[in-house]
């Protein structure tokens, strides 16, 4: 049984018809601001300038000053990816094509889009300058906003489709437009994560072995020669090297053309969710099952810790050298 | 009139003396057969409050949910590792055994050995799972490496096996009727049998057994409560000693405690005769009608020793002493049968049953102490000195009660009673922070160092389950977990619930279909979110089979499972209250959030039904006892003089109860009932005398001092008596057997005192003389 093929199932049911976003505002009946905010589901760690600034579930954020303290936010919907520019703007994406930004370092935030007839989750949102940013999410979600995310409007990146779907879709355009919408918004594979190169090209990964570059500020995208089917969930350049990592441990490393992908051997089957540079010349990985891997330059890799029953989705480092996972059991420090 | 009749009798029963004790004699040993039959019994059933609402949730969805009564049996290697061929043997065969032993539920029993414990793991073209232990499993390095790795792709760590793999538990869920006699389940019977048939046959040096749940515990105070036979025998001889040395005659001694034993008899032969067991919550109740028994046997022996030292013959005292105590006695036992009787009040099994046995034995105390008694004695030679030059022993009692006399001075009254309202209020701070509920952790009827609870620390230590569990049930339509907004609901209620001090973790429909989504979508975290689509709802609830007891067949009812800190009482309150505040604003029409279920559940219940019964019953005990004591004196001051120095006393045990941190439960409840009831008897024994000589015109003190010289020794001698009785029970195996024996003597010492110190102190006062 594949999954890929029951989400399209829910996700045809409803169809995307989507045109303008919707706005809806929070029940206010409970308080958001609960004790167990840093210790539930977290998703993602960015850096605010120096400070850290977590996401995660039920609309939570979380600002690290001496600890972990939540602030309020409009939505109460999952988090799953955080973006900060600088030190003051900042932007956070969710389901329910939920955007939502910040001014202010991530102390308030504001709801910038959110929908709910969309019914697909952003997962991960890319800011090149003050005024050009990206959100993108399941099925090829892809939002650009050319004014600080005052305005979004959505792209399909067609060229990202299989060749068959892409000839199947111009015949029921011709014939069936409702189902020519319908069908488009599922064809995609989910887009997991968009990374910026030091060079300024940007890399796409996600579903079903994508993993593509584009030269153009995400205009158009060119597959690269990546030949595993498996999802891709996370991406990291280190010197001159481009890793992109995700199902069943399947780790990938390419130079900078990005011609070729070299598998690396790990030690663990579990899904890798997030990554950071460890030092100049190794990664830490975060995954399902609570691994921890520390990857070197050199291709060898070692298991820092298994926090058995727990699924490690993000990694950082405050400025204190402390640093921090996140996931099922919310934010806690790697004790090396 | 009274006197008549009473007159009428005394000269019926002694004229017919021969023929009343061979009936007397008869009925003993049909009763004593009878008693020879009686059974321990302990049943889930009595020990929660039926009519509560709490419980009538519980029972509604029992049948689809299980109950409270469960029986987790965790299976420990003694290495820290069950890798092993020997270990995995061993839990097969207690998993097998539980499975076949009459009373479990097989539907319910789980273990890494049962068919429904499979694992489902994220491949990249869908699932890939199966049975944890596989079918062909053998104990191979092979095979028990394959089992390590299902083992945590089945995510039971912490629940099926021990967070540090050193053991794995089997659990399974008990019925509370045998299906196919109908018979309710033997709940001790059912204890001994896991006892031999898994902790007998399996532990070994490398095994180790650990059983909780009520049955065992039910099964393990049945056993502490056995050792309470010990104490009785105790308690007779430190009896004896004292009647003898009160009595200074062998025969003087035996016939009141033959009387009381007598009494004890005919209380256990009824409770098999009315169809009752014996619970080992009741077990108390043979102590208090033996030394009941006693007390008031040490009154009659008191007044025939005197009115033979005066010069009558034994038989002509005997009568005389019936006569005259018959009255006061009768008033004094039946004020503490009212007391018990109250009880009867309170809606939960065990305290009714003990109500009802207490009420029968006191009852039974009228019979055996009152007349048969005098009627033995009457049968004997008494030979005591004749009056003549007094004793030192009595120079010295004639002393004291010339200083105890002094209390009904004015001087000395208004000293007593500022003292007694100083001490009532320092007492009302303290008895107004009385603890509801059970305030250690374990099982609270045993000692923390006790088998069962040292197992409970062990699963709780090394597990992530604990039995503190609450259950909320929600309520909706059919179908209700196939709509995303029901699912919300539940899962926002989960989550401000697990927000609250106490509750460490959580689990619902809700919260299980979200990590099932994320299931379907490559094992993502990001997609653990409730999918709006109908489609991917039911598919991601499709997953997850009512056995795991998170929906009900058709959906329409979804529990939410508190797992809690502890179950004190704080803890409790505290979560209850967050439950009913978050309740009252989601509840609607189409879903409810009710209370509970679980362990805790009904601890919630029987605590609030403790707290609520406990003004009722204090109002009706005080009732009781001020009817009986107006009738019987037919006077409003001699009433409120009696019931004076009861309510202080009361109330300081109520402060002692926060002082020794003992909460008022369903074992601690009665005590004050009981220590009322008992406890009024002292202060009717010393007014019945004063009484007629005050309204004579007596001074108070005078009055005082020939109610002391008559009954004085016999109240003292009968509050050493009554506190020696419970007292021994300090030295219990059980933990709820040494808070009631420690508020039970403290009730028996406090009020004999408040009799001979705080009343005429009031008599004083209430009966001043005219300048």
Request: proline residues 4%; aromatic residues 10%; charged residues 15%.
């Amino acid at each position: 049984m594949s999954f890929r093929i029951l989400q399209c199932v829910a996700a045809i049911s409803v169809g995307c018809l989507f045109s303008s976003p919707s706005f809806s505002a929070q029940s206010e009946r409970f308080p958001q601001i609960q004790p167990l905010a840093a210790s539930s589901l977290v998703l993602d760690i960015a850096h605010a300038g120096k400070q850290l600034v977590a996401v995660g579930e039920r609309g939570h954020v979380l600002v690290l000053n001496d600890k972990w303290q939540q602030v309020p936010t409009p939505t109460s919907v999952q988090l799953t990816k955080v973006f900060f520019l600088n030190e003051k703007l900042g932007w956070a994406v969710g389901h329910d094509a939920t955007i939502l930004h910040t001014q202010d370092g991530g102390q308030t935030w504001s709801l910038q889009m959110q929908s709910t007839e969309i019914e697909k989750p952003f997962l991960d949102v890319l800011f090149l300058n003050e005024q050009e940013g990206m959100a993108i999410g399941a099925y090829g979600l892809f939002y650009r906003t050319r004014d600080g995310g005052a305005n979004w409007t959505e792209e399909f990146h067609e060229e990202l489709l299989a060749e068959e779907d892409v000839s199947y879709l111009a015949e029921l355009k011709n014939s069936d437009q409702a189902a020519y919408l319908t069908e488009r918004a599922s064809l995609l594979p989910h887009f997991n994560r968009m990374i910026a190169l030091k060079d300024g090209r940007l890399l796409l990964v996600g579903e079903l072995g994508l993993v593509a570059m584009s030269a153009d500020k995400g205009q158009n995208f060119t597959r690269t020669g990546f030949d595993y089917d498996g999802s891709m969930f996370n991406a990291i350049q280190l010197q001159d090297a481009v890793y992109v990592m995700g199902l069943r441990g399947h780790v990938f490393k390419a130079d900078l053309s990005l011609a070729q992908w070299d598998e690396i051997d790990m030690p663990v089957k579990s899904s890798i969710n997030g990554v950071m540079a460890a030092s100049e010349t190794s990664l830490y990985l975060v995954g399902n099952a609570g691994i921890v891997i520390q990857l070197n330059q050199d291709d060898s890799s070692s298991i820092v810790t298994r926090r058995q029953g727990e699924n490690l989705v993000s990694i950082a480092k405050d400025n204190q050298g402390n640093v921090w996972l996140s996931g099922s059991q919310g934010l806690l420090t790697l004790k090396p | 009139m009274l006197e008549k009749l009473v007159n009428g009798f005394e000269s019926f029963l002694f004229r017919n003396r021969a023929w009343v004790v061979s009936i007397f004699i008869l009925v003993t040993f049909f009763l004593g057969y009878q008693a020879s039959q009686l059974k321990m019994d302990a049943a889930f059933i009595k020990n929660i409050p039926l009519n509560h609402s709490y419980m009538q949730t519980y029972l509604k969805h029992q049948k689809d949910f299980g109950g409270a009564n469960s029986i987790m049996v965790a299976v420990e290697d003694t290495s820290g590792n069950i890798f092993n061929p020997n270990y995995f043997d061993t839990l097969k065969n207690v998993h097998d055994q539980l499975f076949f032993i009459p009373g479990v539920d097989r539907s319910q029993v789980k273990s890494l050995f049962s068919p429904s414990t499979r694992f489902t793991e994220v491949v990249e073209d869908g699932f890939a799972g199966g049975p944890v232990i596989p079918a062909d499993f053998a104990t191979t390095e092979t095979g028990l490496n394959t089992v390590r790795d299902n083992i945590e792709k089945a995510g039971i760590v912490g629940r099926l096996i021990a967070n540090d793999y050193s053991a794995a538990m089997v659990s399974a869920q008990l019925m509370d009727f045998d299906p196919q006699t109908g018979k309710p389940l033997d709940t001790i019977a059912f204890a001994a049998q896991l006892e031999k048939e898994l902790r007998g046959k399996y532990e070994t040096d490398k095994v180790k057994i650990h059983i909780i749940g009520f049955a065992k515990m039910a099964g393990d105070v049945a056993d502490g409560a056995k050792g309470v036979l010990l104490f009785f025998v105790i308690a007779i001889l430190v009896t004896a000693a004292m009647v003898y040395l009160f009595s200074k005659s062998i025969i003087l001694t035996l016939l009141p405690l033959i009387c009381s034993l007598t009494a004890v008899i005919w209380q256990l032969g009824l409770l098999t005769v009315i169809g009752f067991g014996l619970d080992p919550m009741s077990i108390l109740v043979p102590f208090l009608v033996f030394a009941i028994g006693v007390s008031h046997g040490v009154q009659i022996i008191n007044a025939v020793k005197r009115r033979v030292m005066d010069g009558q013959s034994t038989k002509a005292a005997s009568a005389s002493a019936f006569r005259s105590l018959l009255v006061p006695g009768g008033v004094a036992l039946l004020s503490d049968t009212v007391g018990f009787i109250t009880l009867l009040f309170i809606d939960i099994g065990i305290i009714r049953e003990l109500a009802i046995s207490a009420s029968l034995g006191v009852g039974v105390i009228i019979l055996t102490n009152l007349i048969l008694l005098p009627l033995v004695i009457s049968f004997t030679e008494i030979n005591v000195p004749p009056q003549g030059q007094p004793t030192s022993d009595e120079v010295r009692a004639e002393a004291i009660w010339r200083y105890l006399a002094k209390f009904a001075t004015p001087k000395y009254a208004i000293v007593v009673i500022i003292a007694t309202i100083a001490s009532y209020f320092a007492g009302l701070e303290k008895a107004n922070q009385m603890k509801i509920g059970d305030l250690q952790a374990g099982a609270p009827a045993l000692h923390q160092d006790s088998r069962y609870n040292l197992d409970t620390f062990f699963i709780t230590d090394h597990f992530s389950i604990t039995t503190d569990v609450m259950t909320v049930i929600v309520e909706a339509s059919p179908e209700a977990c196939t709509y995303h907004d029901v699912l919300t609901q539940i899962d926002e209620f989960e989550w401000l619930v697990r927000n609250t001090p106490g509750v460490e973790s959580t689990v619902s429909l809700a919260s299980v279909a979200k990590k099932v989504n994320a299931g379907f979508n490559e094992g993502n975290p990001r997609w653990e979110v409730l999918p709006r689509t109908t489609a991917s709802l039911v598919q991601a609830i499709g997953q997850i089979p009512t056995t795991s007891g998170l929906l009900n067949g058709d959906c329409s009812v979804m529990p939410v499972y508190l797992f809690m800190k502890d179950h004190k009482a704080e803890t409790i309150e505290t979560v209850v209250a967050k439950v009913k505040a978050v309740a009252a604003k989601m509840d609607n029409d189409k879903l409810q959030f009710k209370l509970a279920s679980g362990p805790v559940g009904v601890m919630a219940a029987t605590n609030e039904a403790v707290a609520e019964a406990q003004l009722p019953m204090m109002i009706y005990v005080y009732g009781a006892v001020f009817v009986l004591c107006l009738i019987s004196f037919k006077s409003f001051k001699a009433t409120v003089a009696v019931i004076i120095p009861l309510y202080v006393v009361s109330t300081l045990a109520q402060a002692l109860m926060t002082m020794l941190n003992i909460g008022l439960a369903v074992s601690t409840l009665p005590v004050i009932a009981l220590g009322v009831g008992i406890g009024v008897d002292y202060g009717i024994y010393i007014l019945s005398t004063m009484s007629s000589k005050l309204s004579n015109g007596m001074p108070v003190q005078q009055a005082y001092y020939e109610a002391l010289v008559e009954r004085g020794s016999a109240v003292i001698f009968t509050g050493l008596t009554l506190a020696i009785g419970v007292s021994t029970w300090f030295f219990s195996a059980l933990k709820f057997q040494m808070d009631m024996g420690i508020l039970l003597t403290f009730m028996f010492l406090v009020n004999m005192l408040g009799a001979i110190i705080i009343l005429p102190a009031l008599a004083a006062v209430f009966w001043r003389q005219p300048k």
